[in-house]
């Protein structure tokens, strides 16, 4: 079997998100799909990393209520009004800033999601089953978002 | 320090696999052994992605007990019998289909899994610890399920 | 628009890590960025993969409270003194070696939490946010712990 090699190349961009909720599921797939295409990539990989910590990067159903089912599921997980010790200015030390948000619960959340997804470049398009979608997991907003994006892969036709 | 470069190359291929039970490991470990071995790559990266929003990609122990205990887990997470919104027929209207299912628990579990794994081709093999197997984690099953597998990498000895 | 194409390289490397607890939050930000720069990648992914099924990867802010929150969450999701099926001796046949841990709850925890950490690499330098750390999480220590680590992408200034 002999296997046609073309050039690999890399390219990075930037995407800003404005959340508007505390919590909130911001459909990021046309974006990304838009990014394939203009990559001229034909086969590859393309990561979609959350460049904060009260975030996460899912791919599930693009469907308000379900959305609502998750974040009952991320309330009962990490509730907004439990005590974190990451809140506790009595004892906290490290990392403390003027404007420090109330957000152990959006930190413990996060935990259990993945920060980033890595995704396939198949024929010149991003790969996605029937109800895929892929999402910024707002946990801790509203606020303004950076996500960072590389892709991966081999261009022609 | 030199580096010696290789072309890199880009492969994809889909694997389709039958479930049997509404909660499987299924072990894709043997199938993406023999697709590394099949590539050529000695040096890169596999990215097994699946391709539904009721299913997972997690990599942990083939211990048939140790899946009891997931299982009871994620039962504990999303209750099969609690009540989701997107199963409810008097305010769904969004994404609805003729043979609609009652999965909304499998929806919240697959939340809080993987949805793909990112692994690393090691000396022409995959690279993984003594007891780690990757799975297909069936969540509503049972189904025929589609998985996208890349593998990018350098080839040679 | 053309796009320059370097050549793509690849490069692996192991690292080892001594834990002390038995849950543990061990940031390893530190060495990826002494990989990354040694790597000579100026664009590309660098995928960080625990070879064990009771740890993970994550990706969340270094304080030490959090921390504790962290681990309160992962005791309230799979309690170390509940009951595992993988850790009954009066059933369990498979995978049993002469120094058995009893340590169903840690892969119950691996179970929710991801495996390996893909980011990108931009400017010749990993990309993370203002607070984000990558971490070895310990689930079943103290152990001394392996990570297969791949550098993937372009090189040049």
Known sequence: METLVRPTMCQHTTLRVPTVCPTEFYDL???L?????DAGIRTGLINVQSLHTTTAIVVNENEPLLHADFASLLDRTAPTDAAYRHDDPSVRTVNLTADERINGHAHCRALVLPSSACLNIVDGRLRLGRWQRVFLVELDGP???EISIMLMGEGGQ
Chains 1, 2, 3 share one sequence.
């Open 33 to 37: 799909e838009a990014l394939v295409a």
């Open 29 to 31: 797939t046309t974006h």
């Open 143 to 145: 606020r303004e978002r």
